[in-house]
C-alpha cells in the first residue's frame, strides 16, 4: 500500500492507494491532517511537492481528480 498527501475536497489529507501492473490506481482512503503535524523539514517538503500534484474531490465514495490550479 502507497500514501501520499493530496487535498482532497480543499482541505490537506493523506491518502492510500495501491497501483496495479498497468499504473492504474485504487483508493483505499483518506483521513485529513493538519500541516502542523508534521514538523520536520523533510515533511513539510514532501507536502508541498505533493499537494502541487494531486488534487481530488471525493463524493459518493468515488475520488476524481481535479485540474491544477495555474497561478
Given at each position: 500500500?502507497c500514501w501520499c498527501?493530496?487535498?482532497?475536497?480543499?482541505?490537506?489529507?493523506?491518502?492510500?492507494?495501491?497501483?496495479?501492473?498497468?499504473?492504474?490506481?485504487?483508493?483505499?482512503?483518506?483521513?485529513?491532517?493538519?500541516?502542523?503535524?508534521?514538523?520536520?523539514k523533510a515533511e513539510?517538503?514532501?507536502?508541498?511537492?505533493?499537494?502541487?500534484?494531486?488534487?481530488?474531490?471525493?463524493?459518493?465514495?468515488?475520488?476524481?481528480?481535479?485540474?491544477?490550479?495555474?497561478?
Amino acid at each position: 500500500m502507497c500514501w501520499c498527501f493530496a487535498i482532497i475536497n480543499n482541505k490537506l489529507a493523506e491518502i492510500y492507494f495501491d497501483k496495479n501492473k498497468k499504473g492504474k490506481s485504487k483508493f483505499f482512503g483518506h483521513c485529513c491532517v493538519k500541516k502542523e503535524e508534521f514538523k520536520t523539514k523533510a515533511e513539510q517538503k514532501a507536502i508541498n511537492e505533493d499537494i502541487a500534484k494531486y488534487r481530488f474531490v471525493y463524493r459518493k465514495g468515488e475520488y476524481k481528480r481535479i485540474a491544477q490550479k495555474i497561478i
